[in-house]
């Protein structure tokens, strides 16, 4: 009869560790989950192919519009020229977005009065590098964007 007993005590206290121990396990992994992300895999892109018409940029009041390139936003605007012309939308200073102000002849941030030039040059404001540029190609009404020349 005493071997009896220590066998269920054995029992119940194995039922009762385990539990402890997935309650502790249920209760930790997501925790570390959440400070440890899982890495961001990103397509790469040679091209991409925007979704509306030069026609679309020109009726646009700020002649400009917005695109993702990747996990990255661009912006694809109308020179004073009549040219085509793609910069990455986001600040070098704080990763705010940039606006196109035609009526300044400016691509201009809001957050700190960043202002760069239609090259993605910076003129004046906290920013510490230009905006990176894209490569603008259109063909038959369609508008393709790349990194670079290839």
């Avoid at 209760?27 to 990103?42: D, G, L, R, S, T």
């Amino acid at each position: 009869m005493a071997e009896n007993k220590s066998t269920r005590r054995g029992f119940l206290e194995l039922v009762l560790g385990g539990g402890i121990l997935a309650t502790l396990g249920a209760v930790f992994y997501p925790v570390i989950k959440y400070i440890i992300p899982p890495q961001a895999v990103e397509a790469n892109l040679s091209q991409l192919k925007l979704h509306f018409k030069r026609e679309d940029i020109e009726a646009d009041p700020k002649k400009a519009k917005y695109f993702k390139y990747g996990r990255h936003l661009g912006i694809i605007f109308v020179t004073e020229t009549g040219a085509l012309r793609a910069l990455s939308a986001t600040c070098t200073h704080l990763d705010c977005t940039v606006q196109h102000r035609p009526d300044l002849g400016i691509i201009w941030c809001s957050c700190h009065n960043g202002k760069y030039s239609h090259d993605g040059k910076n003129i004046s404001g906290p920013p510490p590098k230009p905006l990176t540029q894209y490569v603008v190609k259109e063909a038959d009404g369609t508008i393709l964007v790349s990194r670079s020349e290839a």
